[in-house]
């Protein structure tokens, strides 16, 4: 299997809500809002204690907004939601492959591009 063309036909459907759906996936929390799986992802990158709290304070603010961005002034760091999704499940699109057989909870759209041949 070709992850590059299986990535390039999820490219052709992918919305934030899919990209969402697989980040939940990803993370095994079904019940995470789309704000607390951005904070998750955040927290991958800069896992320093001071950093944390910056990490939470830009989530909070940005729940209740549509495509809200993410802007962390200490860090130089300014994203929308959207984005952010988006360059984690391009980063770990390999992983979420290899994943979709042992976790059901990946969307349908996603688990018809991997098996289909």
Not at 3 to 10: F, S
Not at 52 to 60: E, G, P, Q, W
Request: glycine fraction near 2%; aromatic fraction near 14%.
């Amino acid at each position: 299997m070709n992850i590059e063309k299986k990535y390039l036909e999820y490219k052709e459907k992918e919305n934030l809500l899919m990209n969402y759906q697989m980040c939940k996936a990803y993370f095994r929390d079904m019940s995470a809002s789309i704000t607390y799986v951005v904070e998750l992802i955040l927290r991958q990158k800069y896992d320093l204690p001071w950093q944390l709290k910056f990490i939470r304070r830009a989530t909070m603010d940005a729940r209740g907004k549509s495509n809200a961005l993410i802007d962390i002034p200490q860090f130089r760091y300014s994203e929308h939601v959207n984005d952010i999704l988006s360059k984690f499940v391009k980063k770990n699109f390999a992983k979420m492959v290899g994943d979709q057989k042992n976790n059901t909870n990946y969307p349908f759209k996603f688990r018809d591009i991997v098996e289909k041949p």
